[in-house]
């Protein structure tokens, strides 16, 4: 199995791992950096035309409120074990809103991703949580969150890791748009598109 091929297996697993929409299908070739934002605020209120009208600080109260749906969204996605599965699941759907998370009932989300950790004895673990340049509308009634996600398996079956050229504690780096709307006063999830994961490229001898 070539680069690619493998990339895509691996896509494949996260993809199963949370309810999303992924805008393609095409690897990266190289791990996202995180930009240094240092000094500026990531937090934007964008006007119709998407120019930034107003920013916003991290300790925002309406910035802290949706960063923290994000951040335990990503919590119980990247975290999650084969044993327990079942009720993960259920705390995941609990972050979306009513059409989101009927979309994916209706498309048997639960049961397969609990056959994939089932049956493949996974176990996975977020290792850290990144943010990109972020957006609400004037009303402030909507969010758009760039992040990424870096996780690790922490345990597999071996014929498993062997056919998706897998490793266990190696972390895995996805970036994520999270769409989300305020609805009853909660901050909930309406749509989430994810690109393709990444893995450090390991490093050959004589180079740095």
Request: charged share 25%; proline share 7%; aromatic share 6%.
């Amino acid at each position: 199995m070539n680069r690619r091929t493998a990339l895509l297996a691996v896509t494949a697993v996260i993809l199963a791992a949370a309810g999303c929409e992924s805008p393609s299908d095409k690897p990266s070739s190289t791990r996202p950096t995180a930009p240094d934002h240092s000094g500026q605020s990531l937090w934007h209120v964008i006007d119709e035309d998407g120019r930034t009208i107003e920013q916003l600080p991290d300790d925002d109260p309406l910035v802290t409120l949706v960063r923290k749906t994000v951040v335990l969204h990503s919590g119980v996605v990247d975290t999650r074990d084969h044993k327990s599965v079942a009720p993960s699941i259920d705390d995941e759907l609990s972050f979306y809103n009513k059409d989101f998370a009927a979309t994916l009932r209706s498309q048997q989300y639960p049961g397969k991703l609990t056959a994939l950790f089932t049956r493949n004895k996974l176990a996975t673990r977020q290792k850290s949580v990144a943010w990109y340049r972020s957006t609400f509308p004037r009303d402030r009634k909507n969010a758009k969150v760039e992040m990424e996600a870096t996780f690790e398996f922490t345990a597999a079956a071996p014929d498993y890791l062997k056919k998706n050229k897998l490793e266990l504690h190696t972390p895995y780096t996805q970036r994520r748009s999270v769409s989300l709307a305020e609805i009853d006063g909660r901050w909930l999830i309406t749509r989430i598109e994810k690109n393709p994961l990444t893995r450090p490229a390991k490093t050959l001898p004589g180079t740095r």
